[in-house]
């Protein structure tokens, strides 16, 4: 299995850990795991070259805190493993101009650009993102052989573009890629915004009352929940229509605590919103403070990251390396003769 996260906020939020992360931390106990910090996605928009320095290793410090063991787990940088670019191109070549223009989130962060902050590279984001993916197809006699990439709701697109190109490129130059399968968790593969419920939170949308950060203070963790948008009635009941906003809140608590949505109702029947809230507060809390205080430390010790990233990148391209002879092969490019 193979995901990665991009490198783009000081910290990750709470939609990124239910959405994804908390899967990451549990699939590397059952998988062949890779996870990648994508910083060749972080330049698709405009960007300081220090800032995305430091973040990268804010990323890779958060990941291991949050549980990911570069022992059972391949964690690296992407820009580490120069075949991710250049499976891109090959699979940007047999890539529809119309197919790539129908992608959604182009279409989303484009029209927030303006035609002219508009790049060619968040254009051809997704084929990256696909190459991110195929090149970690595993080989055949390596056991099952599936790909599977956990992911929130909002990745489905793309995940489907990787599938068409996976199989476009095995019609036409032999069965080389598996398509991956998105895994997206029931409850919690679209957290809301807590101030816009109907809207997705977003390190790059959301205002900093709509979003929590892993990395946040107690405080004003518990102030944000405190102050999410509610509707003007009290019953903590689920509604997706007409209680936007307290049911993406009963999503959160049932995806930190373990119970049902149901089991939750029924708990807070007759209680109010400002209990359910508190304690939906003390648990995202509970939840995010031993991740904070491990970053910290992590980030305190640069050259044991360092050796994570030299670890993984050593792994990573071993397989990407692979997967690459493969496809040089197959499309027909010339050896290079010993
Ligand atoms: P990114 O960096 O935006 O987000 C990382 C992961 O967090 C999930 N996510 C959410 N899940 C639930 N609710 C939310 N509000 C929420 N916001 C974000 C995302 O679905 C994602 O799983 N294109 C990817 C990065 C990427 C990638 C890959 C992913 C590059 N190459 C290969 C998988 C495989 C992205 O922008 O994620």
Redesign the pocket.
Known sequence: M?????PTADSFHL??Y???LRQWVAMQDTHDAFY?V?DL?AITVEHDPAVLRRRTKVAVAQLLAMGLDPERATVFVQSHVPEHAELAWVLGCITGFGEAGRMTQFKDKSSKQGTGGTTVGLFTYPIL?AA??LLYTPEPGEGERALR?P?????RQ?LELTRDLAQRFNNRFGETFVPPEAHIPRG????TDLQEPEA???KSASSPQGIIDVLEEPGPMRKKIMRAVTDTGSDVVYDEEKKAGITNLLRIYAALDGASVQELEQRYAGSGYGQFKKDLAQLVVDTFTPIRERTLKLLDDEQQLDRVLALGAERASGVAARTMDTVRDRVGFVGRGR
């Not at 193979?2 to 991009?6: F, H, N, V």
């Not at 919690?188 to 957290?191: E, L, N």
């Open positions: 193979l995901s990665g996260i991009q939609g990124n239910l959405g994804a990648c994508v996605h993102q991110d993916i990439v992911v929130g709701e909002d990745q793309h919690a593969a679209k957290i997705k939170m977003s």
